[in-house]
């Protein structure tokens, strides 16, 4: 697995292959900005300070529940730092749009 993921990224994917990311469970996000430029604060005596776009950033996962009441989300804790963004969250009981259940 040394190949780049379809020529975009620097590592293959960490993904398991055999597991469905649609599946109930919790899961672990990451995301990172376009070459690590801190694009969403900056940290300052061991403080983070949100700019405008790390308080869009923060406010816009706040909305991800009711974005996507069909997943029955949950989310537990998560940070934006001054280049990525982790986040916790758990899928329960998802039936509307599962692709399981669109066949």
């Given at each position: 697995m040394t190949e780049k993921?379809?020529?975009?990224?620097?590592?293959?994917?960490?993904?398991?292959?055999?597991?469905?990311?649609?599946?109930?469970?919790?899961?672990?996000?990451t995301i990172c900005t376009?070459?690590?430029?801190?694009?969403?604060?900056?940290i300052e005596n061991g403080q983070m300070y949100l700019n405008e776009l790390g308080e869009i950033v923060f406010q816009e996962w706040l909305k991800t529940i009711e974005m996507r009441p069909d997943?029955?989300?949950?989310?537990?804790?998560?940070?934006?730092?001054?280049n990525h963004f982790h986040a916790v969250e758990r899928?329960?009981?998802?039936?509307?749009n599962n692709p399981k259940n669109l066949k």
């Open positions: 993921f379809r020529n975009k990224y620097r590592i293959s994917s960490s993904r398991w292959q055999q597991w469905d990311y649609s599946s109930e469970g919790i899961y672990f996000i376009k070459n690590r430029i801190h694009y969403f604060g900056e997943m029955n989300l949950e989310i537990g804790e998560f940070i934006v730092i001054p899928i329960q009981n998802y039936n509307i």
